[in-house]
């Protein structure tokens, strides 16, 4: 992901619009062609979607004679364009928005939009082709603007598919930019703080002086003198009075 890019594929809020890159975004591209497709669907259909024969006042679709084909058409061909001109907007604006829940809003509203309409134009080609291989009768019919409306709502599907798609994108997208700018930090084990000095340090026990004798003894007990001569204890005599 590029580093401008803060949540749901939109730059950083106060960036400033930038409107050649706008215009090179792959959701602009893809707008404006479905924006031109709707257009040519409704204005197809309402220039040349109704026909009268010459024996009948009352004008009639196209499309087999089915009025209700004719008013869906057109009627998902101006949402379609209307649709178009507020999401180009709201992708303009987009990245002028600074909270990640408004954008998110935005987001989703483009891809529920994208997803419905993309349905509704695979029902419109289905019906338009259907209905016109069962219409017998051609003859004062303008065969263009008939294959125009189902070549057409061929396009607006595959161009509002592409739409869903770069939605969904987004959408994830900012989901995870968000999950990891809120995510707790990872512990720095690295960190360049030094460690506290007050800390006291671990109890030693007390030492003791040795008592093991390690040199000569001080004291020496006098070597034992036997009498040399033991018949002197015979010569005592009682002293005289």
């Known amino acids: ?31 404006v062609l479905s924006w031109v497709f709707s257009i040519v669907v409704f204005a197809s259909i309402t ?6 024969a010459s024996t009948e006042v ?25 649709a178009c001109i507020g999401f180009l907007l709201a992708d303009a604006l987009l990245p002028s928005m600074s909270s990640a829940e408004e954008r998110k809003y935005v987001v989703l509203a483009d891809l529920g939009f994208s997803g419905a309409w ?14 016109w291989t069962k219409t017998l009768d051609t003859s004062g019919i303008p065969t263009d603007g008939a294959h125009a409306v189902i070549a057409f709502s061929f396009f607006s599907l595959a161009s509002w598919g592409a739409l869903t798609y770069f939605a969904l994108v987004r959408f994830r997208q900012g989901v995870g930019d968000v999950s990891r700018r809120y995510a707790d930090p990872p512990t720095d084990v690295t960190s360049p703080y030094a460690p506290p000095t007050d800390i006291t340090p671990p109890y030693a026990p007390p030492t003791y002086p040795s008592f093991q004798n390690t040199g000569p003894d001080v004291y020496q007990q006098p070597p034992f003198i036997p009498n040399p001569n033991p018949s002197d204890q015979n010569r005592y005599q009682p002293p005289v009075y």
């Open 47 to 52: 220039a040349e979607g109704y026909v009268n």
């Open 118 to 131: 993309t349905f509704l134009w695979f029902v419109c080609f289905c019906l338009t082709a259907d209905q």
């Open 1 to 31: 992901m590029e580093s401008n890019s803060v949540a749901y594929g939109a730059s950083l809020a106060g960036a400033g619009f930038d409107l050649i890159k706008f215009i090179k975004q792959p959701q602009t591209i893809i707008r």
């Open 58 to 82: 009352d004008v009639k679709c196209v499309f087999n004679g089915n009025d209700g084909v004719c008013r869906y058409g057109v009627g998902i061909g101006v949402i379609a364009f209307l």
